[in-house]
């Protein structure tokens, strides 16, 4: 016998109390059975499993992204997972044999201020500016970047967070544009109110790109985007090129954005998140040492911001810490949990994919993908 109906894992502080809060009211709602038998603790699947070897999990369990699946969890009666993340590329592969969803509401807002706290930043010299304040030096700095209608900023992904970048980027006085590879689609959903250009167009005429997408590893998805932004591609960039990434470290190599700094093609960084988190975290920490050059060039990236001496922002991918976001994240889980029981246990009311090939049960839009000359992966 499974002695928990749910168990949520990785679950650490507010987001913790959330939780039980959430489950709390779903149940004196009678949304969720009274006696739902359910934990909520802050170690992943594996580390869980290590202390707890004779336990069995339940037929529903939320995680996020640090969690490992047990070898044979997914054999047998059809298992369900929420990823308590906007992100599902780190079970992506599974959708097939699981049921599957992810928060895709939860961190909208958070994560799009996010990008235009890192626009403020790199467009106004911040660093520079913070720096000359030691003296109190007022004559020798250089001019900050204005945001006005004259500058051009892109968008990339304008699924529900880059949607809500793209408004923000308007509401602050630049030209906002859009490259989204479901542009037909998206231009429908939003009312033609977005300026949709190709990604030619956006290379050749932005002052600032940030890049909102979701990471698709699968290199057989039409959606596959590592890599996405190559040094080839950003070459093309006007030179002064601010560049801001608040989803994942894989669409936009760290190693080709340093060079591309060192070279005067970018002249701003701001960053969130960086190519493989975990193996960064390691070696950034003194844990285990890596010759891998994306860990490498974010060290430096991160020597240098923390430093103040160039005009780069970083931050340990927190874009979705708010105080509203964490709140919602809770609300979101337990949102899909109900809808789980709603369904007999056998699936959620929006799954992956999130964008079949054929008709689905979802509407949602996924992000864009990239052109085929764009595909290889980073090194």
């Not at 009666?77 to 509401?105: C, F, M, P, V, W």
């Not at 190519?275 to 844990?287: C, G, I, P, Q």
Request: hydrophobic share 35%; proline share 4%.
């Amino acid at each position: 016998m499974k002695p928990y109906d749910i168990i949520h894992f990785e679950a650490l502080g507010e987001e913790a109390r959330h939780l039980e809060e959430e489950t709390t009211k779903a149940q004196q709602a009678h949304e969720l059975p009274a006696n739902l038998h359910y934990l909520i603790t802050p170690e992943n699947v594996q580390d869980f499993l290590a202390a707890h070897p004779d336990l069995e999990l339940p037929d529903i369990i939320s995680t996020k992204t640090h969690s490992v699946l047990p070898k044979g969890y997914l054999d047998g009666k059809k298992k369900s997972i929420i990823t308590r993340s906007a992100g599902y590329d780190h079970y992506e592969a599974l959708a097939d044999r699981a049921n599957i969803t992810s928060l895709r509401e939860y961190c909208v807002n958070a994560v799009a201020q996010t990008a235009i706290k890192f626009l403020y930043a790199t467009a106004g010299l911040l660093n520079d500016y913070t720096v000359c304040t030691r003296t109190f030096e007022r004559n020798r700095e250089p001019s900050f970047e204005e945001l006005a209608g004259n500058r051009v900023a892109t968008v990339f992904g304008v699924g529900k967070i880059g949607k809500r970048i793209y408004d923000l980027v308007a509401a602050n006085g630049l030209t906002a544009q859009a490259v989204d590879i479901r542009e037909s689609q998206l231009d429908e959903l939003y009312h033609h109110e977005v300026n949709f250009v190709t990604k030619e167009q956006a290379i050749a005429n932005s002052d600032i790109i940030i890049n909102a997408m979701n990471l698709t590893r699968l290199s057989y998805s039409p959606f596959y985007n590592v890599n996405y932004f190559s040094k080839k591609y950003l070459q093309k960039a006007k030179p002064g090129l601010i560049f801001i990434n608040v989803t994942r470290g894989e669409i936009a190599p760290e190693s080709q954005l340093l060079e591309l700094y060192d070279e005067g093609i970018i002249k701003g960084i701001g960053l969130d998140v960086f190519t493989d988190e975990e193996a960064f975290s390691k070696s950034l920490n003194h844990v285990a040492e890596t010759d891998n050059p994306n860990c490498l060039a974010a060290t430096e990236i991160v020597k240098r911001a923390l430093e103040r001496s160039d005009n780069i922002y970083v931050q340990p991918h927190q874009a979705f810490n708010s105080d509203l976001a964490v709140a919602a994240k809770a609300r979101d889980t337990i949102h899909h949990l109900v809808a789980w029981y709603e369904n007999g246990k056998k699936c959620f009311d929006e799954q992956l994919p999130y964008y079949p090939s054929g008709s689905g049960r979802t509407r949602t839009i996924p992000f864009p993908a990239p052109q085929r000359e764009d595909e290889t992966a980073a090194s």
